[in-house]
């Protein structure tokens, strides 16, 4: 009897895992039936689709068809199409619903050239989530930024102290204005960051950063040494003198000085230090 209860779990247990192997194999085919059908779809008809998204549509054959196709102006016209309809639904959404439909519109924004991401800038910029935020300052400022978006993006990082938006900031090309630089030059101790503001000042303003070099000497020296114009050696010779005392400054002062192939200031700077400093060593 024992014999025949082993025989017939074995069995069970085999159909079991037939079964299971079956409704796995079965799965998988419906999944290959439905990704063949979108292939089957005309590009135009497949983006207009997107704008009929709902929280609960399985939403991946469409991003795995994007990924095998390449679009045309009019296949990108199309797509903006259906994102500006999928937007105007957000807009009226449940608060619940908001993140499902705000990661799908992020990732079909993603399949548009990087000079028609930036009209998106707002939808995600105002984001009360910070990977929401994240998209505009990674993916849509480049060098596009209105000095509206730019002065949001400051004070989206005084606020919140997300460094994604002072380095949006940073890496766009806009012309930045000494009002919005010296809140965040009191306010952020990233000293790269307030050198690369300074460095932006420098060459957008040449007047206005004659107001606050002397405040920032270490970045100011930074932003002389990766702009590389040798116009500012005066002025840094002239922090030197004040600040020849703070080692990390004089580490900065010679990066500078090698930066501007000034060998006569590094030579005079190896002297000072042979003379002033005694190394730990002796």
Known sequence: MEKLINIFNIEKNNLIETNLELEYSLKQLKHTIDYAKFRCISTSELIQGLSEYQVDTFVENYFSRLNELKLTAKDYNLLISSIDKLISKYKTLPTKDKTKFENFIRRLIMYLPSHLTHQYFDIFINSTR?????????????????????????????????????????????RLELENIIPILEKTDKEYWKARLIENLIVNQHEEVLKIYKMYPFEFVHAVGRIGNKKYISMIKELFEKNKNDLEFLSIYAYTLGKLSAKNELDNLSKYIASNFKSQSE
Do not use: H, M
Not at 143 to 159: H, M, P, S, V
């Open 130 to 174: 910070k990977t929401g935020r994240k998209i505009a300052y990674k993916s849509i400022c480049n060098n596009l930024l209105t000095k509206t978006q730019i002065n949001l993006l400051f004070e989206l990082y005084l606020d919140k102290k997300e460094e994604e938006a002072l380095k949006a900031i940073v890496y766009s090309s806009v």
